[in-house]
C-alpha cells in the first residue's frame, strides 16, 4: 500500500509529529522512515510517500488521530483509495 500523503507548507512538521508519536523501532516507524518525497519539487514539493501494508496504516491512523490530528484525512484517504 503506498499512502501519498498530504500538500502543504507544513509536510515536514507533519511527518516529524508523526514519527515522534510512534515507538521507536517499531513497524510504524520503519514505514515512516523509508518514506520519501514523489514527483518533482518543482510541481509538488511538499508530497511524501509512505509505503506499508493496510494494517501499519491502520495502526498510523490510530496515532495520528491522538497525537497528529492534522495528517488523519491524509491517511483516511489513503486507506480508502487502496479498498478500491
Do not use: H, N, Y
Not at 12 to 18: G, S, V
Not at 35 to 61: H, M, N, Q, W, Y
Amino acid at each position: 500500500m503506498e499512502m501519498r500523503s498530504w500538500s502543504s507548507s507544513s509536510v515536514p512538521d507533519k511527518l516529524a509529529c508523526l514519527k515522534a508519536a510512534v515507538t521507536i523501532g517499531s513497524e510504524k516507524s520503519a514505514a515512516l522512515g523509508r518514506s520519501g518525497r514523489f514527483g518533482s519539487e518543482l510541481f509538488s514539493p511538499d508530497t511524501f510517500v509512505v509505503k506499508c501494508t493496510r494494517e501499519i496504516a491502520t495502526r498510523l491512523l490510530a496515532v495520528a488521530e491522538r497525537f497528529c490530528s492534522d495528517v488523519v484525512p491524509e491517511i483516511r484517504a489513503a486507506i480508502e483509495q487502496e479498498k478500491q
